[in-house]
């Protein structure tokens, strides 16, 4: 970068938003290598001094509340928010992006395998007019060979069912503040932001960077969880599976017609033939199998309009923690805590401003 294009973005608030779920293995060290981070960028002239580090703790029930308390506490340029209760990494993310500052807000996981150095190129693609920063994995070899071949898969997947996602890039970007604006535009209540951001439509660019290992405890994404994020993207972005079955179920009727011609043409040419047990049983088992399938990928979108239409919110903050105080939520609107996207900001204590930490 130019010393000129410094000058003309001298003052960019960047705030990094840290999804936490039990993390309290790994957060000390995620917490001094972006502090560090925001130190240099400080000193490189590339952020304001006011850029922070917005932790979300996701409903934890180990020590990550405690950590992130005391950091606030000690006076470090970070912010805390609590939710009421773990409401999964994509709302997680969601509440950081509405919670924070910055004029751009990079979201990165707690566990240190996206590597925080891209976060520096990050910076200056935004400088370079980029709204949208996309970190991409140019090598995963740290992940298991069962992770990146189901995650390539997906990827794959879901481009062949018409959605655009950037293949390799997982929550890792920045968004800036025009893009979380129109990302607050988005209500779905299943939400997708892998899905969501390249929507948006703004100036993109790309980071690509070096997935490592998780730096300490375990993922928070057992198999479990993985298939429901994956159902969840390819139900709230596609209607091709739909289309699928309409198509299925056309086949299956030529098929059947195909089937019908052959038994009398059996009929009438060979007539002391029996008809065979095979041919009556085994296209009762298939259409039952296909059926039912057809009914379980119908139950999906059913299910996805009967929480859409519920409206119920994404995310429930508890409490924040900021650097000058720490209050519980419940300010009044326009408050930069108090614009959250569907997520629902609980009242804790009365009083305004009244220290709930
Ligand atoms: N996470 C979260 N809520 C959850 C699950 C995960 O906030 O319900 C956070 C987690 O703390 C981490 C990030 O989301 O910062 C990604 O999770 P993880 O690294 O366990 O996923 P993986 O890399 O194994 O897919
Ligand atoms: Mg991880």
New binding site residues.
Partial sequence: MTPNDLNSHPLTVLSIV??????DAVLKETYSRLSSLREHLVREGKIAHGSEIVF?D?GSCDRTWELIDGWVRGGAPVVGVKLSR?C??QN?LLAGLTSANGDAVITI???L?DDESAIERMVDAFHQGNEVVYGVRAKRASDTWFKRTTARTFYRLMAALGVRTVFDHADYRLLSRRAIQYLCQFNEVNLFLRGVVPLLGLRSAVVHYDRRP?FAGE???PLAKMVEFALNGITSFSVTPLRAITLLGFAISLACLALAIWVIFVKLTFPNAVPGWASTILPIYFLGGVQLFCAGVLGEYVGKIYTEIKRRPRFLIEKVAERSRSISVGRPQGHRFHRPVRGKVQRTRAAHGENAT
Avoid at 18 to 23: G, I, Q, S, T, W
């Fill in positions: 840290v999804p936490c779920f039990n993390e979300v996701d773990n999964g990494h997680a996981d707690a566990d395998q998780r993922s928070k994404y």
